[in-house]
Nanobody, 114 residues
Framework: VQLVESGGGLVQPGGSLRLSCAASGFTFSTYAMSWYRQAPGKERELVATIGSWGATTNYADSVKGRFTISRDNAKNTVYLQMNSLKPEDTAVYYC????????WGQGTQVTVSS
């Protein structure tokens, strides 16, 4: 199982970023996927989850209405569209696959600062 995140960077408050997570080594369409984040000095927290076919999604209260999780099973990729970014969104963002043993990507840094 391999998960590779991309799309992070430095953005001003109010800006947008789109994260991608390319998956390989398992039957992507079979499993739910999530995005987590971890800010310096804080525990890793769940940001959003999407069902195996994208019919169901769930979000942390802190990102509802600003972030959108989606997936393209033909491309084995899950996305996180982040709008109206705030400084408190600054963190390393990880994707997670709900395969039997669980699997994490290496993370991508998102920094929201003026």
């Amino acid at each position: 199982v391999q998960l590779v995140e991309s799309g992070g960077g430095l953005v001003q408050p109010g800006g947008s970023l789109r994260l991608s997570c390319a998956a390989s080594g398992f039957t992507f369409s079979t499993y739910a996927m999530s995005w987590y984040r971890q800010a310096p000095g804080k525990e890793r927290e769940l940001v959003a989850t999407i069902g195996s076919w994208g019919a169901t999604t769930n979000y942390a209260d802190s990102v509802k209405g600003r972030f959108t999780i989606s997936r393209d099973n033909a491309k084995n990729t899950v996305y996180l569209q982040m709008n109206s970014l705030k400084p408190e969104d600054t963190a390393v963002y990880y994707c997670y696959a709900y395969v039997p043993s669980g699997s994490w990507g290496q993370g991508t840094q998102v920094t929201v600062s003026s």
